[in-house]
């Protein structure tokens, strides 16, 4: 008995191992790369990164635009048209990137392509953009390679709406339990790393319900190894070569 359940416990660390690396906006901190850039996503993928982030937002005229935050070069995207920004150019050259650039070359690689919509000022705006994300990856036929998750507690809602039955969507905003995400039908929590140091609990809590936990953004190695002690599924990272070296068996 005592080595079946020895047998048990290895196979349950086995299970616990298997830690995906994300790259946190792409891999951007590399030569000739930038965050958010279609070099990132290119590069995420040539190390063999489980998944690539970027973030989401969409233009007044509808169109969805790959960026951080919500301006770009003094331009607040929402309320702006795309001719006011389609020529502006990341910090390695390349264009600002939409997201049906970004997706195009994403159905080229093999990386999951980790989708976060921002939450827009406006609400219909953003439930807008929910439905073109959704729209535009069916169109791509990358449904099976896309992962949603957001900081929107109504935007994961209408994610979830919208996307086929099974597609992963995971909230960010750091305040709910995995229980009181579970009847929404969410895949997991997507937590920052302080946000989990302070509820190590949620890890448990979330697998024996039957969801994942994705921590970000998880840059040291310090929290890179409470990552991996904890069992975390996903670690997401702005340094994912040494997120690799520490995961390597
Ligand atoms: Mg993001």
């Known amino acids: ?95 600002l990137p939409t997201l049906e650039q970004m997706l195009k070359c994403g159905k080229k690689l093999t990386t999951k392509l980790i989708v976060e919509m921002k939450p827009h000022n406006s609400k219909a705006q953003e439930q807008e953009a929910a439905r073109k994300i959704v729209a535009l990856v069916k169109k791509l036929k990358l449904e099976d390679r896309v992962e949603y998750i957001t900081f929107s507690y109504q935007g994961m809602i209408w994610l979830k709406e919208l996307a086929p039955q099974g597609t992963p969507v995971y909230y960010l905003n750091g305040e709910l339990s995995p229980s009181k995400l579970a009847p929404l039908g969410m895949a997991g929590i997507d937590y920052n790393i302080g946000v989990m140091r302070e509820h190590p609990q949620w890890i448990d ?22 990552c991996i002690n904890y069992g975390v599924d996903f670690i997401t990272t702005n340094a994912p070569e040494r997120l690799q070296q520490l995961l390597a068996p």
């Open 1 to 95: 008995m005592r080595k079946f359940l020895f047998i048990i416990a290895v196979l349950g660390s086995l299970v616990a191992n298997a830690q995906e690396v994300i790259c946190h906006r792409g891999y951007w901190d590399a030569e000739g790369s930038a965050q958010n850039s279609i070099s990132s996503l290119v590069k995420a993928d040539s190390i063999g990164a489980w998944g690539s982030e970027f973030d989401v937002w969409m233009t007044a005229d509808g169109v969805l635009v790959v960026n951080h935050d919500e301006a770009y070069g003094g331009v607040l995207i929402e309320t702006a048209k795309w001719k006011q920004l389609k020529n502006m150019r990341l910090k390695n050259g390349e264009k």
């Open 205 to 226: 809590e979330a697998h024996s319900l039957g969801m994942k936990v994705n921590v970000w953004t998880v840059n040291s190695d310090r929290d890179m190894q409470w």
